[in-house]
């Protein structure tokens, strides 16, 4: 069965330093690619995916992530990360040449950013 | 425009208990899903839904039924609680099937079962 890790379980970074949050998928075929953010107290929302072309994607509030296929990975970064990027975070994968189409999530990487 | 809408927002249930957790969306949404959100394991599928009268289960879906009789609802059954049904439920909706369309999350059913 296809799965998604993210190995990063808790990040702890100073306000301006940069981010990098790991992701692999294990599926080998045609994919598409998200991460969310869950803020404390809210609900998931969509920060960017990848469905094919460039596979630098860039997101809301600064976020991007590249797609390396050889690697099976889609790692989040951000430059600069703000006390209000604190959060979860959730890569999902769905498989373009299966009947599913349900997402998989990691198990998700919480990042603390102290001012 | 309310989005997806999810109730209780909070339920204590005792074990053997059933309960029902609503879902509705006004967005013409075809595609439906629950997932149930536990801590260090993400967010798994429960059962999902491409259409009124069409359901199939997902990763977990024991313990748990679904029924699809309008496309604008999608309530998740509990059957008989369990104190391992713990976890924090959420309802999502998107266009279609197509994977690439957005996902929209309801904010979320705290369960506890004692």
């Known amino acids: 069965a296809q799965s998604v890790s993210q190995h990063n379980h808790h990040v702890i970074l100073s306000e301006a330093a940069s981010l990098e949050l790991g992701c692999n998928y294990s599926?080998?075929?045609?994919?598409?690619l998200f991460w969310y953010v869950q803020y404390p107290g809210q609900h998931l929302q969509l920060l960017l995916k990848?469905?094919?072309?460039?596979?630098l994607v860039k997101g809301i509030k600064g976020f991007e992530a590249e797609f390396i296929k050889s690697k099976f990975s889609f790692n989040l970064r951000k430059p600069s990360v703000q006390w209000s990027d604190t959060a979860e975070y959730f890569c999902?994968?769905?498989?373009?040449?299966?009947?599913?189409?349900?997402?998989?999530f990691g198990s998700g990487t919480r990042l603390q950013v102290q001012p | 425009n309310a989005g997806v809408t999810q109730t209780p927002k909070f339920q204590v249930l005792k074990t053997g208990q059933s309960m029902t957790l609503q879902c509705a969306q006004d967005m013409n949404h075809e595609y439906m899903s629950w997932y149930r959100q536990d801590p260090g394991m993400g967010l798994r599928l429960i059962h999902y839904s491409v259409g009124a009268g069409i359901t199939d289960q997902g990763e977990v879906p024991n313990g748990y039924n679904v029924s699809r009789s309008t496309t604008e609802d999608f309530p998740l059954r509990l059957l008989s609680a369990a104190p391992s049904q713990t976890s924090v439920y959420f309802c999502?909706?998107?266009?279609?099937?197509?994977?690439?369309?957005?996902?929209?999350f309801g904010e979320g059913s705290w369960l506890t079962v004692v």
């Open positions: 999502a909706s998107r266009l279609d099937s197509f994977s690439g369309n957005t996902i929209y």
């Open positions: 999902a994968v769905n498989p373009m040449d299966t009947g599913r189409r349900a997402l998989t």
């Open positions: 599926y080998g075929g045609t994919v598409n």
């Open positions: 990848y469905f094919s072309g460039d596979p």
